[in-house]
């Protein structure tokens, strides 16, 4: 049956970010309820001891930003290494200004948190594979502001851009190894530090098509597919988890009627109301 190609059963996956009970906790819990044994690591031994999740998991505490605790997170893998979710990025409230006040250290901080460790990370683990002559499946969360503009926003987006470049070279190199690379674009989704950033339960699906903010789990489903054998003949792929909002133009108002039009006659026949 196809869904048994869902199953991870025996095969060692790292999630780096595991902790926090956002996006990579679920993402960690999604691969351990399909079997996997998860390596789950985090910087914050007491997120690492909040995890509960089932079956096999290795809680690995280090700093991803390292050769040190790259090495250290690869060695940790028990058996054959099928795969890694690169999860650890994110946006600190000093990353938001515009491009014209954006400070040298606050550029290096964010390119350093969302996308340096995802180059040498995947490195290593890809390195393993080889050795094994396994293959396996690397799945990295970018963000919809690595697709399209992210004013204010400058260092994030222009990592994520970078991830989603990084993500389709790996895959053309690495593709001779059986070794696939891909990417989710997760948009608006909410998560414990997300709530900084969006407060008003209102505004929460402002912007997007399906009228609310995705989920940690939504995010997870699609990166359990990428890292099992549903996805075996996908690689270099970027898949949007946003709810609809990269297909929408910023032109178009909440009702998706575009902001320019303003004839009466238009907007009846638009809305229904033209009799």
């Known amino acids: 049956m196809i869904t048994d190609r869902l199953r991870l059963d025996g095969r060692s996956v790292i999630v780096s970010g595991a902790g926090g009970g956002g996006i990579g906790t679920s993402c960690a819990r999604a691969l351990a309820e399909a079997g996997a ?43 054959v290494l099928h ?10 409230l000093p990353h938001w200004a515009p491009a014209l006040d954006f400070a040298r250290e606050q550029w290096d901080a964010s390119l350093d948190l969302n996308l340096h460790h995802v180059m040498f990370l995947s490195q290593a683990v890809a390195r393993r594979m080889v050795d094994q002559e396994s293959g396996g499946s690397i799945a990295t969360i970018a963000s919809t502001g690595g697709v399209v503009a992210a004013p204010y926003h400058v260092a ?5 851009a970078a991830v989603l470049g990084l ?5 053309v190199e690495w593709g001779q190894y059986g070794i696939r690379v891909n990417a989710v674009a997760a948009g608006s989704i909410t998560t414990p530090r997300a709530t900084s950033t969006v407060q008003d339960p209102g505004l929460a699906g402002r ?12 995010v997870a489903a ?11 003949y996908t690689t270099g792929a970027v898949l949007p988890v946003d709810g609809g909002a990269l297909q929408r133009l910023g032109l178009f108002d909440d009702d998706n009627v575009p902001v320019h039009v303003t004839n009466p006659q238009i907007l009846a026949r638009i809305r229904g109301t033209d009799g």
């Open 156 to 160: 994030y987006g222009t990592a994520k």
């Open 83 to 92: 795969g890694l979710v690169n999860v650890v990025g994110g946006s600190l």
């Open 222 to 232: 699609a990166v359990l597919f990428l890292v099992s054998d549903l996805s075996a």
């Open 37 to 79: 044994v998860v390596v789950a690591v985090d910087r914050d031994q007491d997120r690492l001891d909040a995890l509960d999740l089932p079956g096999e998991t290795v809680l690995v505490r280090a700093d991803i930003g390292t050769a040190e605790g790259v090495a250290e997170v690869v060695a940790a893998a028990p058996g």
């Open 207 to 218: 912007g997007v098509p399906m009228r609310r903010r995705g989920t940690p789990e939504d």
């Open 167 to 171: 993500t389709r070279t790996l895959a």
